[in-house]
């Protein structure tokens, strides 16, 4: 359908890393305007695989992937983000994760601890959609601009490029939650549900309250997920070039799944610390009405954008292990392919004098 190494028939393998395998084939011969022979990878497929890989099956069921990673996750762990954008918002008041969940409990109650579930669910669900969706689509885009060589010889640079291009328009479907959720967790009394924040938001600022935190939003999940998906797909990579004592494809699926949880929860360590400057600053200017971002940081200051950032790794290293993991799971379940680490191409290895 594509011609491209991505979008031939890919090998299933359960709760391993999407990489994509890289294999000489030959394609009939072309002469449009002169141009040689064009050589391409193809990935071996199984024959219990639903669907070709780049398909647009595989990219909308890749979608629902992401719906269900990002949307059950982030709404799992909404206790600890309340407490971390309170410590972002209000240091003074919230000290530390336990002081927070201790004057939290004492004040609202342990519900109180739910605030903001129903925008965390739909926002984050929104934005799993995209994030994980396109990037299998960007990752096929600009695989076949760049050809098969180039394709492993620079997949890292593929991996960044693909998830930035996919969170940019992640971000835009995440910003009116994000900017419900931020205010119904920070700012007591001012609403208590979605049903309530929303016209009360819109009656106040107008359609401008929840678009004002995305490019804020921009500077924090791009980078964010930049990290989780070039690290997370390294890593496992890495992890069995070194660590594994046998190739993936003798591993167990539990041996799977306990690489895929490690490297994501990695890849969710970096994740967090390049992010959370930009994420304390949604955390305030959704809480303020009027404030620019640039306000925001310069009141905040070096060591004011560090707060809950503790918190926040412990949130971020877990989500991101889980996302991975019910990701995968979605693939398997949907029999997707499941292309194998990426391998040197022949031809490349020739041009190397690693082959004869």
Known sequence: MYPTALTQLARSNPFSAPLFALQK?????????????????????????????????????????????????????VPLDLVKCRMQVDPDKYKSIANGFTVTVREDGVRGLAKGWAPTFIGYSMQGLCKFGFYEVFKVIYSDMLGEEKTYQWRTSL??????????????????????????????????????????????????????????????????????????????????????????????????????????????????????????????????KGSTAFQVLKRLGPKGVWKGLIARIIMIGTLTALQWFIYDSVKVYFRLPRPPPPEMPESLKKKLGLTE
């Open 25 to 77: 084939v030959e394609e009939p011969r072309q002469n449009l305007q002169g141009q040689r022979t064009r050589r391409l990878a193809a990935a071996a497929a199984d024959e219990g695989d639903s669907c070709e890989f780049g398909s647009q099956k595989y990219f909308v069921l890749c979608g629902f992937g992401g719906i269900l990673s990002c949307g059950t996750t982030h709404t799992a762990v």
């Open 159 to 288: 991996y960044l490029a693909a998830s930035a291009s996919a969170e940019f328009f992640a971000d835009i479907a995440l910003a009116p939650m994000e900017a419900v959720k931020v205010r119904i967790q920070t700012q007591p009394g001012y609403a208590n549900t979605l049903r309530q924040c929303v016209p009360k938001m819109f009656a106040e600022e107008g359609l401008w309250a929840f678009y004002k935190g995305v490019v804020p939003l921009w500077m924090r999940q791009i980078p964010y997920t930049m990290m989780k998906f070039a690290c997370f797909e390294r890593t496992v990579e890495m992890l069995y070039k070194y660590v594994v004592p046998k190739p993936r494809s003798e591993c167990s699926k539990p041996e799977q799944l306990v690489v895929t949880f490690v490297a994501g929860y990695i890849a969710g360590v970096f994740c967090a610390i390049v992010s959370h400057p930009a994420d304390s600053v949604v955390s305030v200017l959704n809480k303020e």
